[in-house]
């Protein structure tokens, strides 16, 4: 079985330039998810997505990030514009049904760097 | 405040040692708790599942416990080798999946 891929695997852009991250999840799986993992702490939930809609993007600030899941599979996430403070790991989860009930499998990650 | 506190938040074991580590939880109620392996580079792999009512699972040298009355799980990784260097993730599950902040376990030689 594929895994969740992502892409791509580092970028280094300067502050105030544009990003964005693509991410196919496993094939079958309806929920989606797009994480934040700066060095050192948990991964932190920015949006999740059922099927094509969004279920919670409580914690995604808006005003420069954006993310949308068209015919409910491949997924993009874009950072527009992106600042020091977003220099993490962006990972993207994929699950069968929402809410943990069943594993989530993540994606090897996309290490963004912002100078 | 995070409703999912681990520690200790780094440890350096000698390989072949043993070595517990924690995760305290606010969460109630909740549907499953799941320990969560990252290697540097990767993304997490789950480890092992527990739902309120289990006290106990085994994955190979791994064995989580969790204590539903004090809010607490541990897991616990037997007879350490170098490819068990990695943080540890506790997450506890209940509508939406809430993460620690990870253990940063090293084995050394």
């Known amino acids: 079985e594929a895994g969740v891929a992502q892409s791509p695997r580092y970028k280094i852009i300067e502050k105030r330039q544009s990003v964005a991250f693509w991410c196919n999840p496993i094939?079958?799986?309806?929920?989606l998810y797009w994480y934040q993992q700066i060095l050192g702490q948990g991964p932190k939930l920015l949006i999740q997505?059922?099927?094509?809609?969004?279920?919670?993007d409580s914690q995604l600030p808006k005003d420069r990030f954006s993310a949308e899941r068209l015919k409910g599979v491949d997924s993009t996430l874009k950072i527009q514009p992106a600042k020091l403070e977003d220099s993490a790991v962006y990972l993207c989860?994929?699950?069968?049904?929402?809410?943990?009930?069943?594993?989530?499998?993540f994606g090897q990650g996309t290490r963004l760097t912002v100078v | 405040k995070n409703q999912v506190e681990q520690s200790p938040q780094s440890l350096i074991i000698l390989e072949g040692k043993n070595c517990t580590l924690q995760?305290?939880?606010?969460?109630?109620?909740?549907?499953?708790l799941r320990w969560y392996k990252q290697d540097t580079g990767r993304g997490p792999v789950s480890l092992t599942i527990?739902?309120?009512?289990?006290n106990t699972k085994s994955n190979g040298r791994y064995t989580a416990t969790l204590d539903a009355d004090t809010k607490q799980s541990s897991l616990h990784i037997t007879a350490s080798q170098l490819s068990d260097s990695a943080s540890y993730i506790c997450?506890?599950?209940?509508?939406?999946?809430?993460f620690g902040a990870g253990t940063r376990l090293t084995v050394k030689p």
């Open positions: 989860a994929s699950s069968l049904v929402p809410g943990g009930e069943t594993e989530a499998f």
């Open positions: 094939s079958g799986h309806a929920t």
């Open positions: 997505f059922q099927n094509n809609g969004v279920v919670d």
């Open positions: 995760c305290n939880y606010t969460v109630s109620p909740f549907s499953n």
């Open positions: 527990m739902t309120f009512s289990e």
């Open positions: 997450v506890v599950n209940h509508n939406d999946m809430r």
